[in-house]
């Protein structure tokens, strides 16, 4: 399977691609990086005319106990949020705690798997799996690799500043329970107008609609359903995180496991790059659409997909 992903700066703008899911709690084998999962769903953030604005100055770190519904119902304070560098509303903070304490785990045939947000910490292995799969999307030699590294650690540093209206996720998998975790892929996702890319790749989806995108799978790990669990994660936080019911996502024309992938899991194709983006020496890529269901639980959303699993 070919690689899956798209980085949105200045290089051609090359699609993700991935998969589908159910929500368990997740039991632990001594793992250093489980942030448990909050006891209630975050449903919608309504816009409020009062601004609580704090600034976050903590770096971040896991949670060791979930915020019980007294701790966010109020004036919401993270002990160890992540960091921003930008004042945030009262609505603002809900968000992100919230994905600070968003998991999704899923068995596999092959193995388990759990997806929550990429920490502080784990910035540096998540830009190396990207730039190695960027450069094998563009078929570039293993030598551009550093140089890609230093772009994209670059453009995940910013987007880590427009949190809580974009997240990066990042899936650990683990073949069986006496082996640890690694690192198995990662996907971003914006939420809305404020988490969307200022360059976004053609065709141009809706700035205020839910995107996904820069998924890949490490290359080890490919063709074990990691993929397709962390497009269902992705599709899990938007349910939580947005008002919005339709997500975007892009796939290239040339990459038919996607795309198949993509119907499967409910997108479909809303339009197509011209034939003319080859002067440019891009890619053709669909533009897919999907329209979220309205649930009142994660758990309502895992056991609609259980088909698919």
């Not at 293993?142 to 994209?152: D, H, I, R």
Request: net charge neutral.
């Amino acid at each position: 399977m070919a690689a899956t992903v798209s980085l949105c700066f200045s290089f051609e703008p090359q699609p993700h691609h991935h998969h589908l899911c159910s929500t368990t709690p997740f039991k632990p084998h001594q793992t250093p990086f489980l942030t448990p999962k909050p006891s209630h769903p975050l449903p919608f953030f309504p816009k409020s005319n009062r601004y609580n604005l704090s600034l976050l100055f903590s770096n971040s770190h896991s949670h060791s106990h979930s915020p019980s519904p007294s701790s966010t119902s109020s004036s919401p304070t993270l002990q160890d949020p992540f960091r921003t560098g930008r004042f945030l509303t009262n609505d603002d903070l809900h968000k992100l705690q919230y994905l600070e304490d968003f998991t999704y785990y899923q068995d596999l045939k092959s193995g388990s798997m759990w997806v929550r947000v990429m920490k502080s910490h784990e910035l540096d292995m998540v830009v190396a799996l990207l730039s190695e799969s960027f450069a094998e999307s563009m078929l570039l030699p293993s030598a551009y690799v550093t140089v890609l590294g230093f772009l994209v650690k670059q453009y995940l540093i910013e987007r880590r500043t427009l949190m809580p209206y974009t997240a990066t996720l990042i899936g650990f998998y683990r073949e069986d329970e006496d082996e640890n975790l690694q690192l198995g892929g990662t996907v971003e996702v914006s939420f809305d107008r404020r988490g969307a890319n200022a360059s976004p790749p053609t065709p141009t989806p809706p700035m205020d609609s839910p995107y996904i995108c820069n998924m890949t799978v490490k290359k080890p790990l490919r063709r074990r359903g990691i993929g397709w669990h962390l497009l269902k994660a992705s599709e899990e936080l938007i349910s939580q995180m947005s008002a919005s019911r339709e997500v975007y996502l892009h796939c290239r024309m040339i990459d038919t496991a996607p795309l198949n992938m993509y119907a499967k899991a409910g997108y479909s194709i809303v339009k197509t790059d011209s034939i003319l983006i080859l002067l440019m020496l891009q890619r053709r890529k669909h533009l897919m659409c999907k329209e979220l269901q309205v649930f009142d639980s994660p758990s309502d959303f895992s056991n609609s997909n259980e088909e698919f699993s």
